[in-house]
């Protein structure tokens, strides 16, 4: 069982930046892939971030590429979403989510293809 703990929530202005991190159980996080994915009001599901557990393999969605990055650091089974220049189409529950037993180069834009989902945290930018 694997349990993801999502912080680094909360409200801030357009322009400002942001940092959420997620925190994962389990000795074999670096084999996990892993994703950021976000959900705002009345929309479905989408996909912000991945990156797979050898972490050389990212995606990031076209609405926050130049703006957002994920990265991840082992020795913490952390995985972080750095969101910069943020703006108000970002309000989102955002969640993290983590694959198991894949290659070292998976990863997928797909919310349904993970196994495990933390509880999500909200983000919310002003104009």
């Known amino acids: 069982q694997v349990q993801l703990v999502e912080s680094g929530g909360g409200l801030v202005q357009a322009g400002d930046s942001l940092r959420l991190s997620c925190a994962a159980s389990?000795?074999?996080?670096?084999?996990?892939?892993m994703g950021w994915f976000r959900q705002a009001p009345g929309k479905e599901r989408e996909v912000v971030a991945v990156t797979s557990h050898s972490g050389q393999d990212t995606y990031v969605a076209d609405s926050v590429k130049g703006r957002f990055n994920i990265s991840r650091e082992r020795a913490k089974n952390e995985v972080y979403l750095q969101m910069n220049n943020m703006k108000p189409e970002d309000t989102a529950v955002y969640f993290c989510?983590?694959?198991?037993?894949?290659?070292?180069?998976?990863?997928?834009?797909?919310?349904?293809?993970?196994?495990?989902w933390g509880q999500g945290t909200q983000v919310t930018v002003s104009s």
């Open positions: 389990g000795r074999a996080f670096s084999t996990y892939a």
């Open positions: 989510a983590a694959k198991t037993d894949v290659v070292p180069w998976y990863t997928s834009k797909v919310p349904s293809d993970y196994d495990y």
